[in-house]
T-cell receptor, first 112, second 115 residues
């Protein structure tokens, strides 16, 4: 059973607000990922991390930023939310030398 | 680069019908192949995987065989249920070309099973 958590599950917020989406995993995985899922279901990798103090941009450019100060925690921050940021955000983790990524339940963000 | 092409949906079936969702891939090296499923309102779950040619992954009545000669990994189930209604993603992962454990996903196929 995968133990990866995301909060909040749903967030409705006004333009210009700063937001942080939380992601935590209790499996001790070294790798973590953020995906953006558009309404057409397609997944886009926006950030990933290979371990503490390691973060990289993904395949899709994003105005969000991430940090990895602790192994289990990989928060995503938007300094100034805009309607174009409205989407579902999925966090995932995996262990080095294994194939499987485990996904959290997602955060559905709506920016008005 | 790596890419995954899967059958466009939506797919609508009656309960107990046979399911096939096609998936083909382009990759450098020797990829591992996956099917993930996303139920409504949830994140993705690994459904099955295969790590080398001719391997068959199976789970919950679903099967897919890694076909290197046709670069395919089609998902099949002999008799679908209403509870199988979900979005299905085909994905691959390689260790070469700097991919560094990242997954490449197809665009997803929405399956709806009617009673």
């Amino acid at each position: 059973e995968a133990d990866i958590y995301q909060t909040p599950r749903y967030l409705v917020i006004g333009t210009g607000k700063k937001i942080t989406l939380e992601c935590s995993q209790t499996m001790g995985h070294d790798k973590m990922y953020w995906y953006q899922q558009d309404p057409g279901m397609e997944l886009h990798l926006i950030h990933y991390s290979y371990g503490v103090n390691s973060t990289e941009k993904g395949d899709l450019s994003s105005e969000s930023t991430v940090s990895r100060i602790r192994t289990e925690h990989f928060p995503l921050t938007l300094e100034s939310a805009r309607p174009s940021h409205t989407s579902q955000y999925l966090c995932a983790s995996s262990q080095t030398y294994t194939d499987t990524q485990y996904f959290g339940p997602g955060t559905r963000l709506t920016v008005l | 680069g790596n890419s995954v092409t899967q059958m466009e949906g939506p797919v609508t079936l009656s309960e107990e019908a046979f399911l096939t969702i096609n998936c083909t891939y382009t990759a450098t090296g020797y990829p591992s192949l996956f099917w993930y499923v996303q139920y409504p309102g949830e994140g993705l779950q690994l459904l099955l995987k295969a790590t080398k040619a001719d391997d068959k992954g199976s789970n919950k009545g679903f099967e897919a065989t890694y076909r290197k000669e046709t670069t395919s990994f089609h998902l099949e189930k002999g008799s679908v249920q209403v509870s199988d209604s979900a979005v299905y993603f085909c994905a691959l992962r390689t260790n070469s070309g700097g991919s560094n454990y990242k997954l490449t996903f197809g665009k997803g196929t929405l399956l709806t099973v009617n009673p």
